[in-house]
């Protein structure tokens, strides 16, 4: 009984984080489109993009590998939608361990290796470019990233529970009020950035470069799982953002909550506006923007928050 | 071909950062470009062909469809070739008319080229905002001579419409906007730290390489060599008014866009005298010529992406053109990246590519395909071969050498 309770809220939360993540991407095109001068798709364009895409043929690359061309989408779609079901959770307070802060940080490269397995299974050789730039565009901003994480979670009481996190900035404030953690909220930003994969770090797909990179192959509903896993991402990475930094209001109240939807909001209008703001980097200077300035402040965020600053 | 070339990684011939079918070929060692090929021949459109085939006056309208973008700058170096030819001194009026329309191209082109190279960095504001920036200007050609493009402005002796007293004052009104807009994409990408990084240093192109590959307009002018046929050898009215050549020392993609961006206020100053002019001196607009003698005329006009030349010959008799060569700037400026996207990354070298604002559709030479193999027949290097021969046996049937000839051996 529980088991089916269970996939039925996992379907449930598919479809929820779904119909967010495209409705927030249309946020995302529109704010874009206005900076541009340009009107916009109107709000129900996205969806109208997935379901034409799972009408259209699925053509599979005959030197490709066919069960990980298949099955890759899958993966990067599901392992997106139990991040974002552990974040609903996480927010209404009913589901949490010591350590699922951890376990966030690895379900959230999945889709990245996705995008890897995929893009090598299907034997092009501008997906190869891809992919290999993923690859190193993977390895250099989980640096930061990792930094961001742990500013917060020593903030809050060297704790490695999102709850705990939560329940910490109910109580003392939220994580960002302090010089330390506006140094975190900074680099978790950017850090969101490259893992959403969009301008300055879409190198891995560069349109005008490698015409798609990794997703070259890809065509029909494979297509649109790849567009719902970004869609889902652009749902799960401000919300994971905003528990570690913004928190700090009743989620499950009508008030808290409008509160919540404007953090969020937030963030995703920074994310828009940097790719709006920026060119596309190459990967040496990416790596090197990463490693090199982003590491640098994240370690000494990390410093002060030690010393409490 | 080296036989230790790595993974070709292909640019074409339908590709995103291509307008037109052309083929790039990298071979690469990672993400680094080690040797890069080109084909050409997609789009291969027999125009000097045509051209033998119609009207003295039709041609100015056929090469007008050689390029969408720099669609005047070929009827100019027509018209200045026939005039040449047949020794015309084409009214002072139509002369700065043809400044304007020219100048305005440029305009357009300079920043239908900045949104595009701001495109291929992934930076779509800049692309939107160039482009929108860019209307305007489009809007001044509608007014002028009632296209937005393929503007059907010339005519052999001058120009086919006028520009009228009360268009003129609205004409500066919008110039002025347009200078202020792009005063402020200038500033804006010039001061852009990201683009710095993105594009300085990157596809240098040094004196050198200019004078070996003969490159030409705002390639060479990056690259700091002066050159420019609306100096060098005027026509039109470009010796009637104020203006300088711009050229800046470093020959990376940034400075070829720096050279662009002040070229287009330059352009501007050059409208606005012509339009003083025009509003202060009346007159003729168009000679007429009743026909074309026999001779040989070249003409050449510095358009947008640098000098095109052309050459026309005639017998006299028949009411076409005997021959008609054609030279593109893109002919001689795509060849350039064997100096300069060696040894550079594909993300440099999509920039890189795209900074010598290539236009391939004049640039289009001759590819012989076998229909059933599906293959070209011969590479370029047999084709020369070819030609080389040819040249060997025409001077056996003849059987003596030009004077010309013995006198430089």
Redesign the interface.
């Known amino acids: 009984m529980n088991a089916i309770y269970n996939f039925v809220y996992f379907i449930l939360s598919f479809l929820v984080l779904s119909i967010i993540g495209l409705f927030v991407s249309w946020i995302d095109r529109k704010i874009?489109a206005r900076?541009?001068?340009?009107v916009g798709p109107p709000w129900y364009q996205n969806f109208a993009d997935i379901i034409k895409l799972s009408g259209k043929e699925i053509l599979i690359p005959e030197n490709g590998n066919k069960f990980i061309f298949l099955f890759s989408p899958i993966l990067g779609l599901i392992s997106a939608t139990i991040c974002g079901t552990i974040i609903f959770l996480v927010l209404k307070k009913n589901f949490g361990f010591g350590g699922d802060l951890i376990l966030f940080v690895y379900l959230l490269i999945i889709p990245s290796l996705s995008i890897i397995l995929g893009g090598s299974s299907s034997g092009n050789?501008?997906a190869?470019?891809g992919i290999?730039?993923e690859l190193k565009l993977l390895l250099s901003y989980e640096l930061p990233f990792i930094c961001g994480i742990i500013i917060p979670a020593i903030k809050s009481g060297s704790t490695t529970s999102l709850i705990e996190i939560i329940k910490y900035q109910e109580i003392n404030g939220s994580n960002i009020l302090s010089f330390s953690g506006i140094l975190g909220f900074i680099i978790i930003l950017i850090s969101s950035v490259g893992k959403l994969g969009v301008?300055?770090f879409?190198?891995a797909e560069?349109?005008?470069?490698?015409?798609g990179g990794s997703l070259i192959e890809y065509s029909g509903i494979l297509l649109g799982f790849y567009k719902l896993t970004k869609a889902i991402l652009f749902v799960v990475v401000p919300i994971f953002v905003v528990i570690l930094y913004l928190g700090g209001s009743e989620v499950n109240s009508f008030g808290g909550f409008l509160i919540f939807l404007i953090k969020y909001l937030i963030v995703v209008i920074l994310i828009t506006l940097i790719r709006?703001?920026?060119?596309?980097?190459?990967?040496?200077?990416t790596l090197r923007f990463f490693w090199g300035w982003l590491t640098l402040i994240g370690i000494l965020g990390i410093l002060l928050t030690l010393s409490g600053v | 071909m080296a036989e230790n070339k790595k993974v070709i990684v292909p640019i074409g011939p339908y590709h995103p950062l291509l307008e037109e079918p052309e083929y790039f070929q990298l071979y690469c060692d990672g993400e680094e470009v080690v040797d890069v090929e080109w084909i050409a021949g997609y789009n291969h459109r027999g125009i000097e062909k045509l051209s033998e085939s119609k009207h003295w006056e039709q041609v100015t309208f056929l090469v007008e469809r050689i390029c969408g973008i720099c669609s005047t700058s070929h009827p100019i170096a027509y018209c200045n070739a026939v005039e040449d030819l047949s020794g015309i001194e084409i009214p002072e009026r139509a002369k700065y008319i043809r400044n304007v329309i020219g100048e305005l191209e440029r305009l357009h082109s300079h920043l239908l080229w900045v949104g595009l190279a701001g495109h291929f960095l992934g930076y779509n504001t800049v692309f939107m905002w160039a482009w929108k920036y860019r209307e305007p200007i489009l809007d001044m050609f509608e007014m002028i001579t009632g296209n937005r493009n393929h503007y059907a402005m010339l005519r052999i002796g001058g120009v086919r419409r006028d520009i009228e007293d009360e268009d003129i004052p609205v004409l500066k009104k919008t110039l002025s906007e347009v200078k202020d807009k792009i005063k402020m994409l200038t500033e804006a990408v010039l001061d852009d730290p990201v683009l710095g990084a993105r594009l300085k240093g990157v596809g240098v192109l040094k004196k050198q390489d200019i004078k070996n590959y003969g490159a030409v307009g705002p390639i060479a002018r990056a690259s700091g060599v002066d050159i420019d046929v609306r100096k060098d050898d005027p026509y039109a009215a470009y010796n009637l008014v104020e203006w300088k050549v711009i050229t800046t020392e470093n020959g990376d993609v940034f400075d070829k866009a720096v050279v662009r961006l002040l070229e287009s206020f330059e352009s501007i100053k050059i409208i606005e005298q012509s339009l003083d002019a025009i509003y202060h001196k009346k007159g003729e607009i168009w000679k007429e010529v009743r026909n074309i003698p026999e001779g040989e005329g070249i003409g050449h006009h510095e358009a947008p992406r640098g000098e095109v030349f052309h050459y026309v010959r005639s017998d006299g008799n028949t009411t076409s053109p005997v021959r008609h060569k054609i030279r593109a700037p893109s002919y001689v400026n795509i060849p350039t990246f064997k100096a300069s996207c060696i040894g550079q990354t594909i993300s440099d070298v999509c920039i890189i590519l795209a900074g010598v604002d290539p236009c391939y559709c004049c640039t289009e030479r001759v590819a012989v395909y076998d229909k059933d193999k599906k293959k070209k027949v011969y590479s370029f290097d047999q084709l020369v071969k070819k030609s080389i021969e040819k040249t060997e046996r025409i001077k056996k049937e003849i059987g003596k050498e030009g004077k010309l000839w013995k006198k430089l051996l």
Do not use: C, G, K, M
């Open positions: 874009t900076i541009q001068w340009r050789v501008l190869s470019v290999s730039r301008v300055p879409d190198l560069a349109e005008t470069e490698i015409a709006n703001t920026n060119p596309r980097l190459r990967i040496d200077q």
